[in-house]
């Protein structure tokens, strides 16, 4: 069965204390991990794909890698605003198309 | 370019009605899947339609039901509401091509409140 498991549950970070977040999963073939941003009460917002062991990809102050075991989003000088829950996603390599989600790591970054 | 639009927004409902709820993908896109959250269970996939056909169905029971039409708009209908339907309903769109890995694009939700 798949499986994506997220660490930590929950992090605070003072304003520009960088940190990364854990996404360790185990499914079938991979063909995708995915990064999602969601605000309390709204839908995830897309972050970042990735397709292949050692990419990485990088969008202001968030960067995402991915290995073979697990992905990791790196939050470089955070701001208040980066506050929200993060979650992965990974999509299996045969049969459904169906996203298998993390439980999510909610992130408070305070002024 | 409008994103993912999902109605109604907020929905209170008894024990043993039935409900329906909408969604709208983003323009050109084919695929839109469904999509529960709970807080004790994080996001689970209900099911994925695909061309008008239910293509992935995910472990819900068959009280759960989709349909999608001719220009992609889903709506999915949830009957015999229990309790634990509470939840917010999410709805994605994707390109959609078969064995494609293109990205899901969620709506803002439609909560649920089943009392």
């Known amino acids: 069965e798949d499986q994506v498991t997220q660490s930590p549950e929950a992090l605070r970070l003072q304003e520009g204390e960088s940190s990364s977040l854990n996404c360790s999963y185990t499914v079938s073939g991979l063909r995708g991990l995915f990064w999602y941003r969601q605000d309390p009460g709204k839908g995830p917002e897309f972050l970042f794909t990735?397709?292949?062991a050692g990419e990485e990809k990088e969008k202001e102050r968030l960067k995402a890698t991915l290995t073979k075991k697990e992905s990791f989003l790196h939050i470089t000088a955070p701001k208040p605003e980066d506050s929200a829950t993060y979650l992965c996603?990974?999509?299996?390599?045969?049969?459904?198309?169906?996203?298998?989600f993390g439980s999510g790591t909610r992130l408070q970054v305070q002024p | 370019k409008a994103g993912v639009t999902q109605t109604p927004r907020y929905l209170i409902k008894t024990r043993g009605q039935q409900v329906t709820l909408s969604c709208s993908p983003i323009s050109g896109h084919r695929s839109v899947s469904w999509y529960q959250q709970t807080p004790g269970q994080g996001l689970q996939f209900l099911f994925e339609y695909f061309s008008e056909t239910q293509r992935n169905k995910g472990n819900f029971p068959g009280r759960f039901s989709g349909r999608q039409f001719s220009n992609s708009r889903s709506e999915m209908n949830v009957s015999t509401l229990e309790l634990g339907d509470s939840a917010l309903y999410l709805c994605a769109s994707s390109r959609g091509a078969s064995g494609n890995t293109d990205t899901q694009y969620f709506g803002p939700g439609t909560r649920l409140t089943v009392l």
């Open positions: 996603a990974a999509l299996r390599g045969t049969g459904r198309r169906a996203l298998t």
């Open positions: 990735l397709y292949s």
